[in-house]
């Protein structure tokens, strides 16, 4: 019998499937041939309909709630498709600011993968974003989000609100943001030199800018891109972590109201705190680690700036020297061991200390955390009412007046070190041209030294502000705790039951060591003691069993099938239950009873 349901889940999904990708041109480029996107959208859909509950699904004889579901499913798949495209705009924004600032913006090439017009930089960015997509396994993670989505957003449901359509729009502010910051170093150093060339044309007012600035923008901009490449590279890959999270912060706002809820009064628990770091949830500071790596860099430039531009240059010298004449095919390899081997040598050292800066600054405010869990598709790690507080919150207002300060203070330095050395920057029209590459180390180094030191103060101050909001975020209310006590001291019926199992365990060992007693002390009727007693032996006699009622009368049957001797002492059976306990010797007060017990004992096993 043929599956109806199964058939019109499988159109949904694809409708889904279909969404996404239209949204997100990244993943399957315009110049894919559309059967091939077809194909292998089917073959998603029908991968993806075996995990997911379909249930929901209409059946053909409800048109019109069928074209409903097939719209909504539809637009939930360009949610979906927009948000994963965020990471590959963010790469795009970084490449297109840059263009505008070294001049590349003036021309610009259709770009297939996105089916529109791009600059230079921006589609390098944009197929840099592709590459990195796919190395990290990013369609992994976007297949796992996808079907993600189905456990918050069921199959034919419509989930665009008022609250979903806001936080799309803070995401895509936020992505804006890290393409910025992927461009900042250079729109800073680009900054300066506008600056300088500036204050030269009203200096030198025959000096033609226009005609210089180029070049200069230009030389600066690749000499720029060249060091900080790593820096960009780790930037992009971060960014992409955050996709997932941007997935579960939209696909968790279904409801934003929330009323009468528990004040959060008390302090996080210690196991709270462990499982919000298991989870990845703890306080950081983004532009302490941004400020501790511009840092880095700093230092790296100053130490090994010379050094870097001697290799430059020897590396110059080889190419024109493997050129020089008839270029042959043993010139072409010549030139591609030079451009990789002595290239790398070149850019690993800065690179190495940047990255190894970087993870650094980033175990310092965390810690090492191995987990996964930041990555996997989980809608519960984010609170909806969260979502919807954090528009209305300080928070957005703290970032404001964060990143604001950040442009004046770093506007301020560019100016402070124009003014401060602009005779320096002069002069240096009348050095050679190896010892400009040499000043403008200097000068790189000491911008980036005091934008770093900015940005790690402003950094701690985040960080100390982060961790503050973080204790806060992470308060319970008093019924929570209460309800953490329970999980961990466990339920008092189970936690009474579990004491009867151990009562019971601990009586069959108690009934076991009963056949290797040497005697058992009875009241007669109530009381029964077993005890044991080695012969040559250094310690005391010790108590083995003991019990009252119906365990003395088992005590007592399992000695009589044994043939464990039986002595009746009533004062001294009540004595030993109450002060001696099982596996613990008698004490010195009991030493004289005990053992004209133990003498009845061998005058009956003597006989």
């Given at each position: 019998?043929?599956?109806?349901?199964?058939?019109?889940?499988?159109?949904?999904?694809?409708?889904?499937?279909?969404?996404?990708?239209?949204?997100?041109?990244?993943?399957?480029?315009?110049?894919?041939?559309?059967?091939?996107?077809?194909?292998?959208?089917?073959?998603?859909?029908?991968?993806?309909?075996?995990?997911?509950?379909?249930?929901?699904?209409?059946?053909?004889?409800?048109?019109?709630?069928?074209?409903?579901?097939?719209?909504?499913?539809?637009?939930?798949?360009?949610?979906?498709?927009?948000?994963?495209?965020?990471?590959?705009?963010?790469?795009?924004?970084?490449?297109?600011?840059?263009?505008?600032?070294?001049?590349?913006?003036?021309?610009?090439?259709?770009?297939?993968?996105?089916?529109?017009?791009?600059?230079?930089?921006?589609?390098?960015?944009?197929?840099?974003?592709?590459?990195?997509?796919?190395?990290?396994?990013?369609?992994?993670?976007?297949?796992?989000?996808?079907?993600?989505?189905?456990?918050?957003?069921?199959?034919?449901?419509?989930?665009?609100?008022?609250?979903?359509?806001?936080?799309?729009?803070?995401?895509?502010?936020?992505?804006?943001?890290?393409?910025?910051?992927?461009?900042?170093?250079?729109?800073?150093?680009?900054?300066?030199?506008?600056?300088?060339?500036?204050?030269?044309?009203?200096?030198?007012?025959?000096?033609?800018?226009?005609?210089?600035?180029?070049?200069?923008?230009?030389?600066?901009?690749?000499?720029?891109?060249?060091?900080?490449?790593?820096?960009?590279?780790?930037?992009?890959?971060?960014?992409?972590?955050?996709?997932?999270?941007?997935?579960?912060?939209?696909?968790?706002?279904?409801?934003?109201?929330?009323?009468?809820?528990?004040?959060?009064?008390?302090?996080?628990?210690?196991?709270?705190?462990?499982?919000?770091?298991?989870?990845?949830?703890?306080?950081?500071?983004?532009?302490?680690?941004?400020?501790?790596?511009?840092?880095?860099?700093?230092?790296?430039?100053?130490?090994?700036?010379?050094?870097?531009?001697?290799?430059?240059?020897?590396?110059?010298?080889?190419?024109?020297?493997?050129?020089?004449?008839?270029?042959?095919?043993?010139?072409?390899?010549?030139?591609?061991?030079?451009?990789?081997?002595?290239?790398?040598?070149?850019?690993?050292?800065?690179?190495?200390?940047?990255?190894?800066?970087?993870?650094?600054?980033?175990?310092?405010?965390?810690?090492?955390?191995?987990?996964?869990?930041?990555?996997?598709?989980?809608?519960?790690?984010?609170?909806?009412?969260?979502?919807?507080?954090?528009?209305?919150?300080?928070?957005?207002?703290?970032?404001?007046?964060?990143?604001?300060?950040?442009?004046?203070?770093?506007?301020?330095?560019?100016?402070?070190?124009?003014?401060?050395?602009?005779?320096?920057?002069?002069?240096?029209?009348?050095?050679?041209?190896?010892?400009?590459?040499?000043?403008?180390?200097?000068?790189?180094?000491?911008?980036?030294?005091?934008?770093?030191?900015?940005?790690?103060?402003?950094?701690?101050?985040?960080?100390?502000?982060?961790?503050?909001?973080?204790?806060?975020?992470?308060?319970?209310?008093?019924?929570?705790?209460?309800?953490?006590?329970?999980?961990?001291?466990?339920?008092?019926?189970?936690?009474?039951?579990?004491?009867?199992?151990?009562?019971?365990?601990?009586?069959?060992?108690?009934?076991?060591?009963?056949?290797?007693?040497?005697?058992?002390?009875?009241?007669?009727?109530?009381?029964?003691?077993?005890?044991?007693?080695?012969?040559?032996?250094?310690?005391?006699?010790?108590?083995?069993?003991?019990?009252?009622?119906?365990?003395?009368?088992?005590?007592?049957?399992?000695?009589?099938?044994?043939k464990v001797p039986i002595i009746e002492n009533k004062p001294l059976a009540r004595l030993i239950y109450k002060e001696v306990d099982i596996d613990e010797e008698i004490p010195i007060d009991m030493y004289q009873a005990v053992a004209e017990i133990l003498a009845m004992v061998l005058k009956m096993k003597k006989r």
């Amino acid at each position: 019998m043929i599956n109806i349901t199964f058939f019109v889940a499988l159109i949904l999904i694809t409708l889904r499937l279909a969404g996404m990708f239209i949204a997100a041109p990244g993943i399957l480029p315009t110049g894919t041939p559309n059967i091939l996107k077809a194909v292998l959208i089917l073959i998603l859909a029908y991968m993806v309909l075996p995990v997911i509950n379909y249930s929901g699904a209409s059946a053909l004889t409800e048109p019109t709630k069928l074209i409903i579901q097939c719209l909504n499913e539809f637009s939930t798949g360009l949610a979906v498709g927009f948000i994963i495209n965020l990471f590959f705009i963010a790469a795009r924004i970084a490449g297109s600011i840059i263009d505008m600032q070294v001049g590349f913006s003036m021309v610009t090439l259709f770009d297939p993968t996105a089916n529109s017009t791009a600059t230079y930089l921006e589609r390098f960015f944009n197929l840099i974003a592709i590459m990195i997509f796919f190395i990290i396994d990013g369609h992994h993670y976007v297949i796992k989000a996808f079907i993600a989505t189905y456990d918050k957003v069921s199959i034919g449901v419509f989930f665009l609100d008022q609250g979903t359509l806001q936080e799309i729009l803070k995401l895509f502010g936020h992505f804006y943001a890290i393409g910025v910051k992927i461009a900042l170093p250079i729109i800073l150093v680009i900054l300066v030199a506008d600056v300088l060339m500036g204050v030269l044309s009203r200096t030198m007012p025959q000096l033609n800018i226009m005609i210089l600035g180029m070049p200069v923008k230009l030389l600066i901009g690749f000499g720029i891109l060249a060091v900080s490449a790593p820096f960009f590279v780790r930037l992009i890959t971060n960014s992409f972590q955050e996709v997932p999270h941007a997935l579960e912060k939209i696909f968790s706002i279904t409801s934003i109201l929330v009323v009468f809820a528990d004040e959060k009064s008390e302090e996080a628990t210690s196991k709270k705190l462990a499982d919000a770091k298991k989870k990845g949830q703890i306080a950081r500071s983004k532009d302490l680690g941004l400020g501790i790596t511009f840092l880095a860099t700093a230092f790296g430039l100053a130490a090994l700036g010379n050094m870097f531009i001697d290799r430059m240059s020897n590396i110059i010298m080889k190419f024109f020297s493997v050129t020089n004449g008839n270029l042959t095919e043993d010139g072409l390899i010549e030139i591609l061991k030079i451009a990789m081997i002595d290239g790398a040598i070149l850019i690993l050292p800065i690179a190495f200390i940047v990255m190894v800066t970087g993870v650094a600054a980033s175990l310092a405010q965390t810690g090492f955390m191995n987990t996964s869990e930041p990555l996997k598709p989980d809608l519960k790690k984010i609170n909806p009412v969260d979502g919807f507080k954090r528009i209305f919150s300080m928070r957005s207002v703290v970032d404001l007046l964060k990143n604001v300060t950040i442009i004046i203070i770093v506007g301020y330095v560019g100016y402070k070190l124009v003014s401060d050395d602009i005779v320096d920057i002069m002069l240096l029209i009348n050095l050679k041209e190896g010892a400009i590459l040499y000043e403008l180390k200097k000068i790189v180094t000491s911008i980036l030294l005091k934008i770093a030191l900015i940005l790690s103060v402003i950094g701690i101050a985040d960080y100390m502000y982060q961790k503050k909001k973080f204790l806060k975020e992470m308060r319970m209310t008093k019924q929570e705790v209460k309800e953490e006590y329970k999980q961990m001291e466990g339920d008092p019926e189970i936690k009474a039951k579990r004491k009867q199992k151990m009562k019971e365990l601990s009586r069959a060992r108690m009934m076991a060591a009963v056949p290797n007693a040497t005697v058992v002390v009875t009241n007669p009727t109530h009381f029964a003691v077993a005890l044991k007693y080695e012969e040559g032996s250094a310690g005391a006699p010790m108590v083995v069993a003991k019990g009252t009622d119906n365990i003395a009368f088992k005590i007592k049957e399992i000695a009589k099938e044994n043939k464990v001797p039986i002595i009746e002492n009533k004062p001294l059976a009540r004595l030993i239950y109450k002060e001696v306990d099982i596996d613990e010797e008698i004490p010195i007060d009991m030493y004289q009873a005990v053992a004209e017990i133990l003498a009845m004992v061998l005058k009956m096993k003597k006989r």
